[in-house]
């Protein structure tokens, strides 16, 4: 071995003294009571014929600590960076990546800033496909058109249709699909000699009811969540 690599010191405690010691080795082989260390292996049971050794590092304060294990893995401690402010011009900083885990393609992805170090995001639509509430359907004087409306865990709705006759709906909304209260009424607007109707309510809540006014009218309607 060569004499210009600098050393270091491995020691163990002596369970017969009851301090530490250091270990020896002659030609690089460590020297035990019984040779049954001398020679590396991968041990996968714990036999008789083991002997224990503590693997001691170093502290801050100079003093030796032994390395501890939790079954086969090695305890390591978290060392908790002091807060100092906003970095925006430092190009020394040890890399570090801060990932999310995309579902589609089960793999883990750097999350990317701009120049300004702002987060990157690129938000995948929310809307859904239309969803028919009737179609030339005729609904009598203050009845209900359709069916009740639940937009599950989407925040908005939009209700587009038209009529054959020009009279305003009514839309109620509910937090509990029981207790319905009156939102918006909605006046048509003519166009291509029928009536039509555009409502949009956002972040508003899960349930919704539309209502006719108190004349006989013919509905298509439709709604989208988003």
Do not use: W
């Amino acid at each position: 071995m060569s004499r210009l690599h600098s050393t270091s010191q491995l020691v163990a405690h002596s369970t017969t003294k009851g301090f530490q010691e250091e270990l020896n080795c002659t030609n690089g082989a460590l020297l035990t009571k019984d040779s049954n260390v001398s020679v590396g292996q991968d041990v996968k049971t714990v036999g008789s014929g083991l002997q224990q050794v503590l693997i001691y590092g170093r502290k801050d304060d100079g003093t030796l600590q032994p390395l501890e294990c939790l079954g086969d893995r090695l305890l390591v401690d978290v060392v908790e960076l002091a807060a100092s402010g906003r970095i925006t011009t430092s190009s020394a900083l040890s890399s570090v990546q801060v990932c999310g885990y995309d579902t589609v393609t089960a793999r883990f992805k750097t999350l990317l800033v701009d120049s300004d170090g702002k987060l990157e995001t690129s938000h995948a639509s929310q809307r859904s496909t239309a969803t028919n509430i009737v179609t030339a359907s005729t609904i009598g004087a203050n009845l209900q058109i359709g069916s009740d409306i639940d937009i599950s865990t989407k925040k908005s709705i939009v209700i587009v249709g038209t009529a054959t006759g020009n009279h305003s709906i009514k839309v109620l909304h509910s937090a509990d699909n029981t207790n319905f209260y009156l939102y918006s009424e909605i006046s048509p607007v003519s166009h291509g000699a029928v009536y039509h109707y555009n409502l949009k309510v956002d972040n508003g809540l899960q349930y919704y009811r539309v209502m006719n006014s108190n004349q006989s009218n013919t509905f298509t309607l439709d709604f989208v969540s988003l």
